[in-house]
């Protein structure tokens, strides 16, 4: 039970991060941003903050973490083992 309480607790991380990128930018501004972001090279996300602004920087977060989670989910949980 622990488990499936993580991964609810980074889901709704992951949301409000969603959340603070929309409230900070456009849609435009966002998009515009994530291409940038796609097609820079960099590992911080200080980094995407200066390149694409912080609408998209904070999408961009929330989209790898909640690819992260939906990627981990099955092994803890035990369906592929």
Do not use: H, Q, W
Request: positive net charge; hydrophobic residues 55%; charged residues 10%.
């Amino acid at each position: 039970m622990g488990s499936r309480k993580s991964y609810l607790t980074f889901f709704i991380f992951s949301l409000s991060l969603l959340a603070a990128g929309i409230f900070l930018s456009t849609p435009s501004e966002i998009f515009k941003g994530l291409k940038v972001i796609i097609s820079a090279e960099g590992t911080l996300i200080t980094d995407y903050f200066a390149l694409a602004g912080p609408g998209a920087a904070m999408v961009n977060s929330a989209a790898v973490t909640m690819i992260s989670i939906l990627l981990l989910t099955p092994i803890v949980l035990g369906v592929l083992t």
